[in-house]
């Protein structure tokens, strides 16, 4: 049984910074790639950023490249998402996801493991 468990949401003023974590277990989690989604009220769930397997290729949307950062532990089964300069149209639900595949796919259904979420919520 895979489970991926995201922390670290909260409510920040824009222009903060807030880091988010994925904790997971169930799988040789250093084998597979790592991506960050995120859904809006009233919108589809959109890609964020992901990693490969090592950590040393990384993808980006167009809307967060240059503000935030994927990164992973591998001894520690845990993947990182540092966001930088929040505006508040970063305010989602933040999902941790992780892929059938060891690269950065942007595409939803190349993922086959979520976490529940954590609400990220950016005040003007």
């Known amino acids: 049984q895979v489970q991926l468990e995201e922390s670290g949401g909260g409510l920040v003023q824009a222009g903060g910074s807030l880091k988010l974590s994925c904790a997971a277990s169930?799988?040789?989690?250093?084998?597979?790639?790592m991506g960050w989604f995120r859904q809006a009220p009233g919108k589809e769930r959109e890609f964020v950023a992901a990693i490969n397997w090592s950590g040393g290729r990384t993808s980006y949307a167009d809307s967060v490249k240059g503000r935030f950062t994927i990164s992973r532990d591998n001894a520690k089964n845990t993947v990182y998402l540092q966001m930088n300069s929040l505006k508040p149209e970063d305010t989602a639900v933040y999902y941790c996801a992780s892929q059938y595949y060891s690269g950065t796919s942007t595409y939803a259904q190349e993922y086959g493991y979520w976490g529940q979420g954590t609400q990220v919520t950016v005040s003007s």
């Open positions: 169930g799988r040789t989690f250093s084998s597979y790639g």
